[in-house]
């Protein structure tokens, strides 16, 4: 099984600051041969499902605020909330899609400052 | 808009067969589309189960293979999930979602196993 880790665990950030979350897998996630990486993100806040953020690692889903970018390739991947607001205090996941079984990363828990 | 409801018992004695349902509105289950059961322990992460396409295909989690089964009725345009001699450890929610990619999701349904 390829295997995400994320870090860190928990982030405390000031409200307009920038969070930044990151995900590394075990292997690559990126094909080849469509030059995608096989990556995504997403948000859940309690009592919810998760939320899709961000697909092919920076693809961002309708509807999702532009504060939201992910970035990376390969095997390291980013979430950047570039300015936050008290809306995004959530837990973040990434996963990835490249190969069954599908994994998700540990989660980072995003509180304000 | 697709909306996915997951349905089933939400308890389950230990050494039973869990065993959910996913109906799926606002869109046909033989779109070209995987779908999907995740589920989460209370306060922990999230963990994939398996997908199956309309035509059948299944995938599963190499830790549950043995135990798991997915269906799908596409005359009822829903999908199904047991999950056989269950135990604490699987006490989690519950969630239908759809795709690789997961873009629409359940609302999830608490399952305990317990006697």
């Known amino acids: 099984d390829i295997v995400m880790t994320q870090s860190p665990d928990s982030l405390a950030v000031s409200l307009g600051e920038r969070a930044t979350i990151n995900c590394k897998s075990s292997q690559s996630v990126l094909y080849s041969s469509n030059n995608k990486n096989y990556l995504a993100w997403y948000q859940q806040k309690p009592g919810q499902p998760p939320k899709l953020l961000i697909y092919?690692?920076?693809i961002r889903e309708s509807g999702v605020p532009d504060r939201f970018s992910g970035s990376g390739s390969g095997t390291d991947f980013t979430l950047t909330i570039s300015s936050l607001q008290a809306e995004d205090v959530a837990v973040y996941y990434c996963q990835q899609f490249y190969t069954t079984p599908y994994t998700f990363g540990q989660g980072t828990k995003l509180q304000i400052k | 808009q697709v909306q996915l409801q997951e349905s089933g018992p939400g308890l389950v004695k230990p050494s039973g067969t869990l065993s959910l349902t996913c109906a799926v509105s606002g869109g046909s289950i033989s779109s070209t589309n995987w779908w999907t059961w995740v589920r989460q322990p209370p306060g922990k992460g999230l963990e994939w189960i398996g997908e199956?396409?309309?035509?059948?295909?299944?995938n599963y989690n190499p830790s549950l293979n043995s135990r798991v089964t997915i269906s799908v009725d596409k005359s009822k345009n829903q999908f199904s999930l047991k999950l056989s001699s269950v135990t604490a450890a699987d006490t989690a929610v519950y969630y239908c979602?759809?795709?690789?990619?997961?873009?629409?999701w359940g609302q999830g349904t608490l399952v305990t196993v317990s006697s």
């Open positions: 199956i396409y309309h035509s059948g295909s299944t």
């Open positions: 092919w690692a920076s």
């Open positions: 979602a759809r795709g690789v990619w997961l873009d629409y």
